[in-house]
C-alpha cells in the first residue's frame, strides 16, 4: 500500500483513523510490511505483502483464496483477449467511462478482474475481499497509482463511512453467511447521491429447483479440502470434457451439462477450447466449494433496495441472475 492511501481507510472496528506505526519493509510509495495503529482503540493491523489485512489471513472464505489463486488471470479481459468482464461492469454498473476525480468502493473482488475495470475509469478504487485472494488482485492491479487493496470483511469494512462515490458488489452476497446483513452495509459506506450496483444468484421457485444442481452436492463437498476438491474437479471435467462437447449440441445441451455439473460456456462467450475448459474448472470449482451459497428471490431484493432507502432503484433479473442499482 501507500502511506497517501491511508485517508481510505478506517479502523474495522470503532471507525477511527489509523496511523502508519511502523514501515518493516519498502517505503511510503510502497509499503510492504508494517503495522497500523488505531487511533482510538488499542487495535493494530498488519501490511503483509503490500496489503493491510483486518482479518484472519484463513477464513471461511479460503476455498475463494484458493480459486482465485489457481485462476489468479482466467476472467481477466487483458488474458481472454475478450471484453466480457468490461461489457459486464458497465452494462450492470451504468457508470461512465471517465470517473477521474471520484472513488470506487469494491466489495468482494477475488481476483480482481472487476477491480481491473473500475481502475480504467480514472477513479481511485479501494477493493476489499475477505479471503487470500486479494494476493492474486494486488499481483494484477497492485501496482496501479488508483488502487488500494485490502482484507477485510463486508460486516465491518476498513473504510470511511458516506465517503466513496460508487460502490459496487458482485458474484459476492449470495457467499455471506447473512445476505441481508451484508446487503444493508453496503450504503452507509456511499456519500449522499453515491450510486450502488450489487447482484446476487436468483433463488429458483420454479420446478427448475428439483433439478439436479451444484446444490445438491455442495453440502458435501464444501467440507472437502480446497486444494484437494480442486484436483477432483479438474479430473473430473477433463474427463467429462469431449462427452460434454457432444451434450452442448443436443436441445437443453447447455442445461444438461450443468446437471452433470459442468460449467459450460459454450454459445454464451466466445471463447477458445483451452479457455473454455479452464473457465468450467473454475466455475464447477466456485459452484462446489463455498461455505455459503445463499441465493434470493426478485422480490426480496427489490424489498431490501426500499428498506435501505435508496432511490431510483432498478432491481430485475441480469448478469449472475437479479442485479439492482440504486442511488442514496
Ligand atoms: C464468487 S467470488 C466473486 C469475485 C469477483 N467479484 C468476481 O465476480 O469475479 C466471491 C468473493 O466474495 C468474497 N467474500 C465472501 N465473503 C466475504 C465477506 N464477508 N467480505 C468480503 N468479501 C467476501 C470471497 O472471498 C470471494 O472472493
Known amino acids: 500500500m501507500r502511506k497517501h492511501h491511508l485517508r481510505y481507510l478506517a479502523c474495522p472496528g470503532c471507525k477511527g483513523d489509523l496511523t502508519l506505526a511502523a514501515v518493516e519493509q519498502g517505503d511510503a510509495e510502497s509499503i510492504q510490511s508494517g503495522l497500523l495503529v488505531c487511533e482510538r482503540c488499542p487495535a493494530e493491523y498488519r501490511i503483509v505483502n503490500h496489503i493491510p489485512r483486518f482479518v484472519p489471513l484463513e477464513n471461511y472464505a479460503s476455498g475463494f ?3 482465485w489463486t489457481m485462476h489468479a488471470r482466467t476472467q481477466y479481459d487483458s488474458y481472454s483477449g475478450r471484453n466480457i468482464s468490461e ?15 471520484r472513488s470506487i468502493l469494491e466489495v468482494g473482488s477475488g481476483s480482481g478482474r472487476f477491480t481491473e475495470q473500475a481502475a ?3 477513479a481511485m478504487v479501494v477493493s476489499v475481499d475477505y479471503s487470500y485472494a486479494v494476493e492474486a488482485n494486488y499481483a494484477s492491479n497492485g501496482a496501479k497509482p488508483n488502487v488500494l487493496i485490502v482484507q477485510g470483511d463486508v460486516y465491518s469494512l476498513p473504510v470511511r463511512k458516506n465517503s466513496f462515490d460508487y460502490l459496487f458488489c458482485f458474484g459476492m452476497l449470495q457467499h455471506t453467511p447473512d445476505v441481508k446483513k451484508a446487503f444493508m452495509e453496503l450504503p452507509k459506506y456511499l456519500k449522499k447521491g453515491g450510486r450502488l450496483a450489487v447482484d446476487v444468484y436468483i433463488k429458483t ?22 486444494d484437494r476438491l480442486y484436483k477432483i474437479v479438474r479430473r473430473y471435467v477433463t474427463i467429462m470434457w469431449p462427452l460434454a462437447k457432444l451434450i452442448n ?80
Open 65 to 67: 483464496g484458493y480459486e
Open 87 to 101: 461489457q459486464r461492469f458497465f452494462k450492470e454498473t451504468q457508470w461512465p467511462r471517465d470517473l477521474a476525480g
Open 120 to 122: 480504467s475509469t480514472g
Open 205 to 226: 421457485t420454479s420446478l427448475k429447483r428439483f433439478l439436479p444442481s451444484y446444490y445438491w452436492a455442495r453440502p458435501l463437498t464444501k467440507h472437502v479440502q480446497p
Open 249 to 328: 449440441k443436443l436441445p437443453k445441451g447447455r442445461m444438461i451439462n450443468r446437471m452433470l455439473l459442468i460449467a459450460d460456456y459454450r454459445g454464451r462467450f466466445d471463447l477458445g477450447e483451452e479457455m473454455l475448459k479452464e473457465w468450467a474448472i473454475l466455475d464447477t470449482f466456485d459452484g462446489l466449494s463455498p461455505a455459503y451459497d445463499n441465493p434470493q428471490t426478485l422480490e426480496t431484493m427489490q424489498q431490501w433496495f426500499q428498506e435501505a432507502g435508496l432511490s431510483q432503484c432498478e432491481v430485475h433479473f441480469g448478469f449472475n441472475g437479479i442485479e439492482g442499482r440504486g442511488i442514496r
